[in-house]
T-cell receptor, first 116, second 113 residues
Framework: GAGVSQTPSNKVTEKGKYVELRCDPI?????LYWYRQSLGQGPEFLIYFQGTGAADDSGLPNDRFFAVRPEGSVSTLKIQRTERGDSAVYLC??????????????FGPGTRLTVL | QKEVEQNSGPLSVPEGAIASLNCTYSDRGSQSFFWYRQYSGKSPELIMSIYSNGDKEDGRFTAQLNKASQYVSLLIRDSQPSDSATYLCAAYAGGTSYGKLTFGQGTILTVHP
């Protein structure tokens, strides 16, 4: 079946602009995660959705970052007033459920964001 | 101190050798551990998960977990050039942050013919 998809694959924007990054999880997966990966680093957690609600947004760096998942499927990560430091690969992952046990997170191909 | 630390490498091994990748974690509440492989420019791909102390084998891969020492490792036997990638260790955070994976910085592995 189809995996996690993300659009766009690449986004170049200017400092101060607003961007939206989209994630389409695997069908039926209730849990959705956003991570950010800078060059040479591991992915860094941003936010986790269980259904429509953000169960943990502790990784969002500041109030310029916001994410929604209004119907419990597709999610959009929104970044306002972008800064050069926001440049990174934004990864989305989904899993059938969530919990402290065994659910595997499946990653999408990522969106490479470059802020000039 | 990083919550999940990996030997940064890079690690270079000859084809056919055993590659050993190591990871330590600081949160004693962590319950599940994962090894992801990431080829350059690609997304992470799960190769092993481990939840209990001891060894878990899957083909050429063996994951080892020692919760008392807060240590996780991945052994790759009969390494192949196609194993060349960055290997990411990840832990499921404890407490109420069930959804959050904490990753190490990754170890770059090169298998040379």
């Amino acid at each position: 079946g189809a995996g996690v998809s993300q659009t766009p694959s690449n986004k170049v924007t200017e400092k101060g602009k607003y961007v939206e990054l989209r994630c389409d999880p695997i069908s039926g997966h209730t849990a959705l995660y956003w991570y950010r990966q800078s060059l040479g680093q591991g992915p860094e957690f941003l936010i986790y959705f269980q259904g429509t609600g953000a169960a943990d947004d502790s990784g969002l760096p500041n109030d310029r970052f916001f994410a929604v998942r209004p119907e419990g499927s597709v999610s959009t990560l929104k970044i306002q007033r972008t800064e050069r430091g926001d440049s990174a690969v934004y990864l989305c992952a989904s899993s059938p459920n969530s919990g402290p046990s065994t659910d595997t997170q499946y990653f999408g191909p990522g969106t490479r964001l470059t802020v000039l | 101190q990083k919550e999940v630390e990996q030997n940064s490498g890079p690690l270079s091994v000859p084809e056919g050798a055993i590659a050993s990748l190591n990871c330590t974690y600081s949160d004693r509440g962590s319950q599940s551990f994962f090894w992801y492989r990431q080829y350059s420019g690609k997304s992470p791909e799960l190769i092993m998960s481990i939840y209990s102390n001891g060894d878990k084998e899957d083909g050429r891969f063996t994951a080892q977990l020692n919760k008392a020492s807060q240590y996780v490792s991945l052994l790759i036997r009969d390494s192949q050039p196609s194993d060349s990638a960055t290997y990411l260790c990840a832990a499921y955070a404890g407490g109420t942050s069930y959804g959050k994976l904490t990753f190490g910085q990754g170890t770059i592995l090169t298998v040379h013919p």
